[in-house]
């Protein structure tokens, strides 16, 4: 049966994690996840003076990590449906160039052609249409601009597939629900969206079906993470 990613249980379900959320993050992956998210801002290339979006921005690392790399007063904009996120990435804020919105990914409330960068960090496969989601981040993206996703994949090599499955499945559920305590089985459903999504070519295909093209996909950590670009034609 395919997993439950209406917009109101994925609301209810980070919201009820949202105060030990980047705990948890680094915790369960020895603060790996900080590493992918260098990764992927030099990944994107060299930036302008020009806004940035993030969507499914959680508590904002990756929109803080962009806004390190661009040039004033370039301003990051970031997005996210669920209210107790968003205030928590506010408190992070720090008077840093970063506006926090709360809106959900299949509607953006921007105009069109708008942003040189729009990108993602561990949130498209919660999203409940992902090409639907890809096509709304490339409508916003400027002509010339790129479209970046950095999500969870399953490894290719087959021992450390065996053995990363096996914690998913069998370690990680638990140890979440035991150190953050919510209904919605928020570690349980981290390990069966992941084996759900489409990684490597499967999710460049989406991205370029999407109207995106030059995409490409960098796998991380021996395949654990990897980071997807592609580009909106200049016409």
């Known amino acids: 049966m395919p997993v439950d990613k209406t917009g109101d249980r994925i609301r209810q379900m980070f919201g009820e994690i949202a105060g030990r959320y980047d705990f948890m993050n680094h915790f369960l992956s020895l603060g790996t996840d900080i590493y992918w998210r260098w990764k992927a801002v030099r ?18 690392d990756l929109a803080f990590a962009f806004r390190g790399k661009l040039q004033d007063p370039a301003t990051v904009f970031a997005t996210d449906f669920t209210h107790g996120m968003l205030k928590l990435a506010e408190q992070k804020r720090d008077n840093r160039n970063v506006v ?34 890809l096509r709304e981040m490339a409508r916003v993206c400027q002509p010339g601009g ?20 096996w914690y998913f499945r069998n370690i990680l559920p638990r140890l979440g629900q ?24 499967q999710l460049t295909g989406l991205m370029e079906e999407a109207g995106l093209v030059k995409t490409s996909f960098h ?15 200049l016409t």
């Open 43 to 60: 990944l994107a290339g060299p930036l302008k003076a020009a806004p940035v979006l993030d969507v499914c921005t959680g508590t904002g």
């Open 100 to 133: 926090f919105l709360e809106a959900d990914t299949l509607a953006l409330p921007f105009p069109s052609d708008m942003f040189q960068l729009v990108s993602v960090a561990f949130g498209l496969r919660n999203v409940s249409n992902t090409i639907a989601g």
């Open 146 to 165: 790129k479209v970046l996703v950095l999500e969870f994949s399953l490894p290719n090599n087959r021992l450390l597939s065996r053995v990363y499955q």
């Open 178 to 201: 035991l150190l953050v305590r919510n209904r919605q089985a928020a570690y349980e459903y981290l390990p069966q969206s992941v084996s759900e999504f489409p990684c490597g070519s």
């Open 219 to 233: 796998p991380l950590t021996g395949g654990i993470a990897t980071v997807y670009l592609g580009e909106k034609p």
